[in-house]
């Protein structure tokens, strides 16, 4: 049975330092049709369980506790009965939004999860949020990047709890090793490749924040 990568896009808010904007995010589902994983939960359940279907979700990975990612990870999961995992380091972010609901797992650099006969391996790449990770699927050829690196260059960094110049460090050192022809699917946007970002490393460091 194939593994496939399915895809929605959700829209809704993303809030933080008491400014709030609109934001239209990538929901990423990894599975076959039995079995599935889901990268972030968004703003829309429904939306996200109409592209699960009748699959068995495994997990609801949260790339990083933004609340445009996580939002309905908590609804996610009592509608799927599936864990939602998080890396440790991003629970002050995911407090804000689900105070008194913690995750049910925690993510951790070089954790491997299989799903339907394929690996995701969590890169741990801090910056645009001190727990932010990435999901390698080597095997797929496909980088989940989240936040961390978009087409044209490093996530934000101009909030609480992000910082550039880790960002651009987790970058260098956890993604741009990566064959060139690893597809990077983002949080937001379009897709991309490790090779197309790594041709404009150097304008970034001198683009600064």
Same mark, same amino acid.
């Given at each position: ?8 896009? +959700? ?7 008491? &400014? ?13 049709? *039995?079995? !599935? ?20 979700? &495994? ?59 394929? +690996?995701? &391996? ?10 932010? !990770? !990435? ?12 936040? +961390? ?7 934000? +960094? ?13 970058? &260098?050192? /956890? ?6 022809? *690893? ?23 001198? /683009?600064?924040?």
């Amino acid at each position: 049975m194939p593994v496939r990568i399915d895809h929605t896009v +959700t829209s809704g808010t993303f809030s933080l330092d008491g &400014q709030t904007f609109d934001v239209d995010n990538n929901v990423w589902v990894i599975g076959d049709d *039995t079995e !599935c994983v889901v990268l972030d939960a968004p703003h829309d359940v429904d939306a996200i369980r109409t592209v699960i279907g009748d699959r068995t979700v &495994q997990a609801i990975i949260a790339t990083h506790a933004h609340d445009d990612h996580v939002r309905m990870a908590p609804a996610l999961a009592d509608a799927t009965g599936a864990p939602v995992l998080l890396h440790p380091a991003d629970r002050v972010l995911w407090d804000q939004v689900h105070p008194g609901r913690p995750p049910e797992g925690e993510l951790a650099d070089g954790q491997r999860i299989a799903v339907a006969g394929v +690996t995701l &391996q969590v890169l741990h790449t801090p910056g645009h949020s001190p727990g932010a !990770c !990435c999901l390698y699927a080597a095997d797929l050829g496909v980088v989940f990047t989240g936040d +961390t690196l978009f087409a044209g260059g490093p996530g934000a +960094t101009g909030r609480s709890y992000s910082d550039f110049g880790t960002i651009v460090t987790s970058i &260098q050192e /956890r993604l741009l090793g990566l064959p060139a022809a *690893t597809v990077v699917h983002t949080g937001h946007g379009d897709s991309t490749t490790v090779g197309a970002e790594a041709s404009q490393l150097d304008e970034w460091l001198a /683009r600064g924040h």
